[in-house]
T-cell receptor, first 112, second 115 residues
Framework: QKEVEQNSGPLSVPEGAIASLNCTYS??????FFWYRQYSGKSPELIMS????GDKEDGRFTAQLNKASQYVSLLIRDSQPSDSATYLC????????????FGQGTELSVKP | GAGVSQSPSNKVTEKGKDVELRCDPI?????LYWYRQSLGQGLEFLIY????????KSGLPSDRFSAERTGGSVSTLTIQRTQQEDSAVYLC?????????????FGEGSWLTVV
């Protein structure tokens, strides 16, 4: 069983719609969670971090964490074609420094 | 430099040869990480350096892989006797400190192809 699991997609949404990306994790000791965006041929860039249960909003992005269900999600409102990328979910333990366990990524395609 | 710098950006090597990949982290960052990303796969943790502490080598896939960090700054990842399954993008990253609450910044990667 993979420690962090994501649907590989591709997830296709029309421009302006809400894109919903989901991630589950198996390590109950994970305390920090991150969403990275990766354009083809480029390195990952951090878009959201979340550490507490509930929602965290930043512009068009909302991250949600439910530790009881071991579930993390990312909502992208008003999706734009420029949001088309692979989104990587990652989790880590504070006592393991920045060692993160990444999911395989979900490919998102936003159609104009 | 402003970001994490890696070299070479691309490397093609013959099976059985040794390769060295270099990483120059963001100035002032005490933590440095190496990850590997194979085609269509997520990132796989390899090794983590934090200040002068012993590195966390738990992700290195075999004893052909090693890494060092000199002077708390530049790091070199060495792969000995390369195999075709070593073909991947090797990503270096750094963060200001080593706890997982810190943002990790990735370099552009070194694309390794073993033929």
């Amino acid at each position: 069983q993979k420690e962090v699991e994501q649907n590989s997609g591709p997830l296709s949404v029309p421009e302006g719609a809400i894109a919903s990306l989901n991630c589950t994790y198996s390590d109950r000791g994970s305390q920090s969670f991150f969403w990275y965006r990766q354009y083809s041929g480029k390195s990952p860039e951090l878009i959201m971090s979340i550490y507490s249960n509930g929602d965290k909003e930043d512009g068009r992005f909302t991250a949600q964490l439910n530790k009881a269900s071991q579930y993390v999600s990312l909502l992208i409102r008003d999706s734009q074609p420029s949001d088309s990328a692979t989104y990587l979910c990652a989790g880590g333990r504070r006592n393991q420094g920045g060692k993160l366990i990444f999911g395989q990524g979900t490919e998102l395609s936003v159609k104009p | 430099g402003a970001g994490v710098s890696q070299s070479p950006s691309n490397k093609v090597t013959e099976k059985g040869k040794d390769v060295e990949l270099r990483c120059d982290p963001i100035s002032g960052h005490t933590a440095l990480y190496w990850y590997r990303q194979s085609l269509g796969q997520g990132l796989e943790f390899l090794i983590y350096f934090q200040g002068n502490s012993a590195p966390d080598k738990s992700g290195l896939p075999s004893d052909r892989f090693s890494a060092e960090r000199t002077g708390g700054s530049v790091s070199t990842l060495t792969i000995q006797r390369t195999q075709q399954e070593d073909s991947a993008v090797y990503l270096c990253a750094s963060s200001l400190r080593g706890d997982s609450g810190n943002t990790i910044y990735f370099g552009e990667g070194s694309w390794l192809t073993v033929v």
